[in-house]
């Protein structure tokens, strides 16, 4: 079935590019040291634990912290949206997660997101937008790719990229530094020879642009991720028709969340910023491309 094959070739696609993406960490770190101490080794450990460390730090950040920046509003008890509370409440049941929390933000753009780096701390957040612009089972196919991403710990992968985004960040920037002084100094000896001077070369090339690579790698995690929900939600669903709709819907909005920003866009259903960046520099996969998948299931 298609819909089955789509998700086992979205969780290898990402399974490939996070490995791939640990391994360029750990080859910076090592980039890192070797043109300091001329020793690769320490630098893969300097990486490796800054990347763990770092990473232990962002999933400490609780889901209160994404929706205030939101100005998402808690719903409490199934009075206060029936259909909401009832439509998240029947979804992490199929899906066979606690129920997320549920909140509602006030802002006319349709959009959706979720947060919580486990099922357990698992939060959904709906715009009002939404719920005025989509019919029920339009609202449910959203709900459920949102489902979906906490059930496949979506959020906590992506915070374990954007960590070791920050770990690279920090590691070309001194890393940067250490060849400008370096590169100066062995202009002035007489020891140089060609092979140090294409590992350094390597060294300097790594280290300079290692921070566009590592969030290339990102942002390709985070549109694969959109794919594999799409598809788990149609999954929950039996309904990829209705999710197709509502995305359409959706991008056809060209008004922003007022309330996201470039740190919480790539949490939302859709981009929330409504950029016109495509393929390698957004953080959504394009919505045609998406739709297309939807309605081969």
Known sequence: MVLYKQIERNKRQTVFIVTGFILF?????????????????????IAGLLGGGY???????????????NHAKEIKQAQDHPFLWHTVEALALAARIPTPKVYIIKDPSPNAFAT??????????????????????????????????IRNYDIRLATIAIALVSVVAILSDLGSRILYYSGR???????????????????????????????????????????LADASAAELTRN???????????TSVNTPVKEASTTSAPLYFSDPLKKKARNLFSTHPRPEERIRRLDQM
Request: no cysteine; proline share 2%; charged share 15%.
């Open 25 to 45: 960490v750990l080859a910076v770190g090592a980039a890192f040291t070797y043109i300091q101490m001329g020793d690769y080794i320490s630098g893969m450990v």
């Open 55 to 69: 990473t232990f730090i962002m999933l400490l950040s609780s889901t209160n912290v994404v929706m205030k920046m």
């Open 116 to 149: 919580g780096t486990s099922p357990k701390k698992g939060a959904v957040a709906v715009t009002t937008g939404l719920l005025d612009t989509l019919n029920r089972e339009e609202l449910e196919g959203v709900i459920a790719h949102e489902i979906a991403h």
């Open 185 to 227: 100094r062995r202009n002035h000896g007489n020891n140089n020879n060609n092979q140090s001077a294409i590992i350094f070369v390597v060294a300097f090339v790594l280290i300079i642009f290692a921070p566009i690579v590592a969030t290339l790698i990102r942002l390709a995690i985070s549109r694969n991720r959109e794919f």
């Open 240 to 250: 990829p028709g209705a999710l197709a709709s509502a995305l359409s819907k959706i």
